[in-house]
Nanobody
């Protein structure tokens, strides 16, 4: 059974940085893609960043160069480096793994709050 555990969320001020981590109990190298989604208060879940085989990355339009997705395939950890955080980035951030048949696995999320 695939298990994903996010960590690294917290309360930060606007302009600060956070790095989220997602530990997987499976070899992430064996999956087609991995990524991060978020769901803000009263909003729908949206893509933050993803990386697929071959290294192709996709980012939400709101990222605008502030976030970077990466992984440690030896440790099976997925990272999301977030810089210049804004209050509108406040959300629960979810890690995901996706198989080539579109089967998707989710973590339980980690809260990020950006507030002065």
């Amino acid at each position: 059974q695939v298990q994903l555990v996010e960590s690294g969320g917290g309360l930060v001020q606007p302009g600060e940085s956070l790095q989220l981590s997602c530990a997987a109990n499976v070899r992430i190298f064996n999956f087609y893609a991995f990524g991060w989604y978020r769901q803000g208060p009263g909003k729908e879940r949206e893509l933050v960043a993803s990386m697929a085989v071959g290294g192709r990355t996709d980012y939400g339009d709101f990222v605008k160069g502030r976030f970077t997705i990466s992984s440690d395939n030896d440790q099976n950890i997925i990272f999301l480096q977030m810089n210049n955080l804004k209050p509108e980035d406040t959300a629960v951030y979810y890690c995901t793994l996706r198989r080539i048949d579109d089967t998707q696995y989710w973590g339980k999320g980690t809260q990020v709050t950006v507030s002065a």
